[in-house]
C-alpha cells in the first residue's frame, strides 16, 4: 500500500480537463512545499512535470497544473491530447524519518 | 546536456548481492543530492535511498535499510548502490535520479531520471 493515496485510473475525452489528487498526511503533503509529479509511458523512465507543487519546469506544456489544498495536491491537465495518455505519479517528501513517499500512480486513458 | 546511466543489473539467487553504478554527466555531480528509486513489474515508483551532495548523510526506505548501502564518487561523477542479502519482493527496475536543488538534504525533486537497470532476484 502506497503512503499517498491516488485514483488508479481516470479518463477524459480530447479538449477536456482531468485532474488527479494525491491525498496525503499532515507528514508529508500537509507539512512540506514538496510535493512532485511525474509522467512515464510504458518502458520509458519517468518524466518531471510538476514541482513544488505548482511549478512547471521548462518545457513541459502549460496544459499542467499543479495545486494543494491541506494534505490534497492535485494535477490538472488542461486540453486534453491523445500524447497525454500515460502513468502520472505524485511523490512527497516526508521528513528525515521517512524521507520520501510516492502515490500509487493514475493510469490516464484519453478516450 | 544532463545525463545519468545506470549499469549492473542482473538475475541474482534470494540472498545474494549485486552492485549497481549510475555514471552522471552534463551536471557539477558534487553539488547535487542523489536518489534510487525502483519500479516492481507492473507496479509503482518506490523512493529507495538517498546521498546528500558530499556524501555526509544518507537516507533509505525501511524496505532496504539494513541491506542497502548507497555511496557515490564525486572524483568519477558515479552514484552506487550496494545490495546485500536480496529478495524476490527486490526485483524491479532500478532508476538512479539527480534532485532538483543544489546541496540539498531533503526530496525536492526528482530530475533527471536515468533509463534504469532491470534488477532480477530468483533462482
Known amino acids: 500500500q502506497s503512503a499517498l493515496t491516488q485514483p488508479a485510473s481516470v479518463s477524459g475525452s480530447p479538449g477536456q480537463s482531468i485532474t488527479i489528487s494525491c491525498t496525503g498526511t499532515?507528514?508529508?503533503?500537509?507539512?512540506?512545499?514538496?510535493v512532485s509529479w511525474y509522467q512515464q509511458y510504458p518502458g520509458k523512465a519517468p518524466k518531471l512535470m510538476i514541482y513544488?507543487?505548482?511549478k512547471r519546469p521548462s518545457g513541459v506544456s502549460n496544459r499542467f497544473s499543479g495545486s494543494k489544498s491541506g494534505n490534497t495536491a492535485s494535477l490538472t491537465i488542461s486540453g486534453l491530447q491523445a500524447e497525454d495518455e500515460a502513468d502520472y505519479y505524485c511523490?512527497?517528501?516526508?521528513?528525515?524519518?521517512?524521507?520520501?513517499?510516492f502515490g500509487g500512480g493514475t493510469k490516464l486513458t484519453v478516450l | 546536456q544532463v545525463q545519468l546511466v545506470e549499469s549492473g543489473g542482473g538475475v541474482v539467487q534470494p540472498g545474494g548481492s549485486l552492485r549497481l553504478s549510475c555514471a552522471a554527466s552534463?551536471?557539477?555531480?558534487?553539488?547535487?543530492?542523489m536518489h534510487w528509486v525502483r519500479q516492481a513489474p507492473g507496479k509503482g515508483l518506490e523512493w529507495v535511498a538517498f546521498?546528500?551532495?558530499?556524501?555526509?548523510?544518507?537516507y533509505y526506505a525501511d524496505s532496504v535499510k539494513g541491506r542497502f548501502t548507497i555511496s557515490r564518487d564525486n572524483s568519477k561523477n558515479t552514484l552506487y548502490l550496494q545490495m546485500n542479502s536480496l529478495r524476490a519482493e527486490d526485483t524491479a527496475v532500478y532508476y538512479c535520479?539527480?534532485?532538483?536543488?543544489?546541496?540539498?538534504?531533503?526530496?525536492?525533486?526528482?530530475?533527471?531520471w536515468g533509463q534504469g537497470t532491470l534488477v532480477t532476484v530468483s533462482s
Open positions: 535520479a539527480k534532485d532538483g536543488l543544489r546541496y540539498s538534504f531533503v526530496l525536492n525533486w526528482f530530475d533527471p
Open positions: 552534463g551536471f557539477t555531480f558534487s553539488i547535487y543530492g
Open positions: 546521498i546528500q551532495y558530499d556524501g555526509s548523510n544518507k
Open positions: 499532515s507528514s508529508d503533503v500537509g507539512s512540506y512545499n514538496l
Open positions: 513544488e507543487g505548482s
Open positions: 511523490c512527497s517528501y516526508a521528513g528525515s524519518s521517512t524521507f520520501g513517499v
